[in-house]
C-alpha cells in the first residue's frame, strides 16, 4: 500500500521541477527575460545551454550529493558546458559534510591538478609512481591536507555567485591534460573515514527523492538566470572586439575575489563578427607551465570543441620564429593552422589563459599576486577573412582541406579518449 501522503509529495516535487524547467526556458523564448539575443543560432543555444543545466543538476543532485558516500562528479566536461571549460581541464566536485573526515586518493601521472587550494606542482607529497593520499577536515592533518569549513553540513546550498551542482558544499578540483598524446587514464576517489561515518547510505524512499528533487529544482532556477546573466554583463563591460589585459578576476564575477594560491590568469575578448570578417590574435608567450586560447559561445558554453578546432593550447599550437602566437577567429576557414572556428557564431568570447607564470610565482609561504603585471595582453585586429594572410609573416604555413582534415580527425581521437576515461 503507498500512502496518499507520498503521491501527493512526489506529485508537487515532479511538478514543481518540469514548472520551473519549463518557464525557464520560455521565458527566453518568448522574450521575457532581458536578456539580449541576437539571431536564431543564440536563442537556440540559450535554450540548449539551460536544458544541458537541466541534465546537470538533476543528476548531480540524484546521484552525486551525498556527503557521507561521496564520489567525484565530472562537473563540467563535453556535454556538460556551462562555465566556459577549459577544453585542457577536467572538473570535479564531491559534496563533503564540514566536521567529517575524508580520504582521498589518485594517480594522475605527474601532471598538474590540483584539490581544493592543494596543488600538485608546489608543495604536495606524491609518491615515486605518481600517486598520493589526501586527507581533507576541519581539524589539521599531517602530510597532504585540505582544510574544511566546519560549518558546512549536509544538504544543499544554491550560492548566488555561480550557482553549478558544486555549490558551497563541494570540494572541488580540476585535472590538467595539456598534452594530447598523454592519453594515460587517471584515478581520483574519496571516501568518508571518520569514527561516525556510517556503513550504508540511506535506502531511497519518496521523502529522500522528494529533497532531491527539490534541490535540483533550486539549482536549475538560479543557474538557468545567472548564468545568462552573466554573459550580459561581460558584454556589457568590454567593448567588442577588443581584449582584456589579463587578470585573476573571472570577467562578469564582480563580486568574486581572487582564491588564495590561485596561479592562473586569464583575459577576455567579446567578438562580433559578421560572416566574412575576422580576428586576428597576436600575442607574446610568457614563460609558464601551461597555456591556451579557448572560444565560448554568446552564452559562455564551451563550443564544439570535439568537431571544430574551437581551442589550442600550447602543446598543438603553431608558433612563428619570432615567438609569436597568431590565430585566426572566423567563421570561414583561413587556411592557416592556428584556426578558431566559430561554429557560425555571430558572437562569442575570446578567453585566453596564463597558468603558473614563472615571473610572478610569489615565494614560498605565500600567495600569488592579483595583479598580472608583467604578463603580455594579446591584441587582436578586425578585417575580413581574404585579407588575414597580409598580418602573418611570409613564413607562417598554410594548410589545405586534407590537412585540415587530418587535423579535426586527430582531435577528436584525443577527445573521444580522453572522455572515455
Not at 29 to 57: W, Y
Not at 84 to 102: E, M
Not at 222 to 246: F, L, S, V
Request: aromatic share 10%; net charge negative.
Amino acid at each position: 500500500m503507498i500512502p496518499d501522503s507520498d503521491r501527493a509529495a512526489l506529485k508537487d516535487s515532479w511538478s514543481k521541477y518540469c514548472d520551473t524547467l519549463k518557464e525557464s526556458g520560455l521565458r527566453h523564448i518568448e522574450d521575457r527575460a532581458e536578456i539580449d539575443v541576437d539571431n536564431p543560432q543564440e536563442l537556440a543555444e540559450l535554450v540548449r545551454a539551460i536544458a544541458r543545466m537541466s541534465l546537470a543538476s538533476l543528476q548531480h543532485r540524484l546521484d552525486f550529493n551525498d556527503p557521507d558516500f561521496p564520489v567525484f562528479f565530472r562537473q563540467l566536461d563535453d556535454r556538460f558546458k556551462h562555465n566556459g571549460p577549459d577544453t585542457f581541464v577536467n572538473y570535479y566536485s564531491a559534496p563533503y559534510r564540514g566536521t567529517a573526515t575524508y580520504r582521498i586518493r589518485g594517480n594522475h601521472h605527474g601532471r598538474p591538478f590540483n584539490v581544493g587550494p592543494l596543488w600538485s606542482v608546489r608543495g604536495m607529497e606524491i609518491n615515486a609512481d605518481g600517486s598520493y593520499e589526501i586527507v581533507a577536515s576541519a581539524q589539521e592533518q599531517p602530510g597532504n591536507w585540505v582544510k574544511l569549513d566546519p560549518n558546512v553540513q549536509s544538504g544543499v546550498v544554491v550560492p548566488k555567485d555561480q550557482p553549478g551542482p558544486g555549490g558551497s558544499n563541494g570540494l572541488g578540483g580540476r585535472w590538467y591534460h595539456i598534452d594530447p598524446e598523454d592519453d594515460r587514464p587517471g584515478q581520483l576517489t574519496i571516501e568518508r573515514v571518520d569514527p561516525s561515518a556510517p556503513l550504508l547510505p540511506r535506502t531511497l524512499s519518496p521523502d529522500l527523492l522528494c529533497e532531491q528533487i527539490d534541490s535540483a529544482t533550486s539549482l536549475i532556477a538560479a543557474m538557468a538566470e545567472w548564468h545568462p546573466q552573466r554573459c550580459q554583463r561581460i558584454r556589457d563591460t568590454y567593448a567588442p572586439n577588443e581584449i582584456a589585459a589579463p587578470s585573476q578576476l573571472p570577467p562578469g564575477k564582480p563580486e568574486m575575489a581572487v582564491r588564495p594560491g590561485n596561479p592562473l590568469y586569464y583575459g577576455v575578448c567579446a567578438y562580433v563578427l559578421e560572416p566574412e570578417e575576422a580576428l586576428v590574435v597576436e600575442s607574446d608567450i610568457p614563460d609558464c607551465d601551461y597555456w591556451s586560447f579557448t572560444l565560448n559561445n554568446p552564452w559562455w558554453e564551451g563550443g564544439d570543441y570535439q568537431h571544430r578546432q574551437q581551442s589550442i593550447g600550447n602543446k598543438g599550437a603553431y608558433l612563428d620564429a619570432d615567438g609569436k602566437f597568431r590565430a585566426v577567429i572566423s567563421s570561414q576557414d583561413p587556411g592557416l593552422p592556428n584556426w578558431l572556428d566559430t561554429g557560425g557564431s555571430r558572437r562569442g568570447f575570446l578567453f585566453y589563459r596564463w597558468w603558473w607564470p614563472k615571473a610572478l610565482e610569489p615565494a614560498e609561504g605565500s600567495t600569488w599576486p592579483v595583479e598580472g603585471d608583467g604578463l603580455p595582453t594579446p591584441s587582436v585586429t578586425l578585417t575580413n577573412v581574404s585579407d588575414v594572410r597580409e598580418l602573418f609573416p611570409n613564413q607562417h604555413p598554410t594548410i589545405d582541406e586534407s590537412a585540415r582534415r587530418a587535423q579535426l580527425a586527430a582531435r577528436r581521437t584525443w577527445l573521444a579518449k580522453r572522455w572515455q576515461q
